[in-house]
Nanobody, 124 residues
């Protein structure tokens, strides 16, 4: 059973940067696609980015493309999300998730394990 712990959230001014980390415990981290999602109160969880298990292919939502970068270090069982050029509308709780399979997906139902979330707040 994989367990995920996010870190790196915080308060930042618009235009600033943050780096989120998600540390995974358990076996076979390298076998899972990993994703980042975000959620604000009253809204559904929104796909942000995903990375496949082996070839490292990535996918991003249109709202974060060219600003955010997802990466993984299988030796450290960690996935990262670099957030650049942050905007107030990026304010949310960010969750990492481990997929059922190695192929990346934008659908929350394709992820079996979720972290507790880390708050990102962007001030204008």
């Amino acid at each position: 059973q994989v367990q995920l712990v996010e870190s790196g959230g915080g308060l930042v001014q618009a235009g600033g940067s943050l780096r989120l980390s998600c540390a995974a415990s358990g076996r076979a981290f390298s076998s899972y696609a990993m994703g980042w999602f975000r959620q604000t109160p009253g809204k559904e969880r929104e796909f942000v980015a995903a990375i496949s298990s082996r070839d490292g292919s990535t996918s991003y939502s249109d709202s974060v493309k060219n600003r955010f970068t997802i990466s993984r270090d299988n030796a450290k069982n960690t996935v990262y999300l670099q957030l650049n050029t942050l905007k107030p509308e990026d304010t949310a709780v960010y969750y990492c998730a481990a997929g059922y399979y190695g192929s990346l997906s934008a659908f929350p139902s394709m992820y079996k394990t979720w972290g507790q979330g880390t708050q990102v707040t962007v001030s204008s």
